[in-house]
């Protein structure tokens, strides 16, 4: 029994470990894709610090939001860049999207904004544009 339950926690911590090697590798490609922009689209209209993420409505249209770079510490964050580098990959000049609906994204960027108001973290922010 006791020999079962040792080999279930090493299959779990293997999968974590897993887990964190693909997310840091997935906001390591993010940077990357940040640092190579080379000129601001017409729509990088916005503050030092931040980058943009475009998420789909039901229509099919884009909507952005401008989201700090704080947030790549964020796992619920790391987790939908991740699947955002499985569906779309990182190598394009234009706003990272993401594979969930606005309203979704809407909802985790305000409860991440809420963490860091309570903690003391910062001013205002405009999601999005």
């Not at 911590?13 to 190579?36: C, D, F, M, P, Y």
């Not at 990182?90 to 609906?101: K, N, S, Y």
Request: aromatic residues 6%; contains cysteine.
């Amino acid at each position: 029994m006791a020999k079962n339950s040792s080999s279930n926690n090493i299959g779990n911590t293997k999968k974590n470990i897993v887990g964190i090697v693909r997310l840091r590798t997935a906001v390591e490609r993010l940077q990357k894709s940040l640092l190579r922009a080379k000129k601001p689209s017409s729509s990088g209209n916005f503050k030092k610090g931040h980058f943009a993420v475009a998420a789909v409505d039901e229509n099919g249209e884009l909507k952005r939001f401008i989201v700090p770079l704080s947030f790549l510490t964020d796992l619920s964050f790391l987790r939908l860049l991740e699947k955002a580098a499985e569906e779309y990959g990182f190598g394009h000049d234009r706003a990272l999207t993401v594979p969930c609906r606005p309203a979704e994204l809407e909802r985790l960027l305000a409860e991440k904004w809420e963490e860091e108001r309570v903690s003391g973290g910062g001013g205002a922010h405009k999601w999005s544009s």
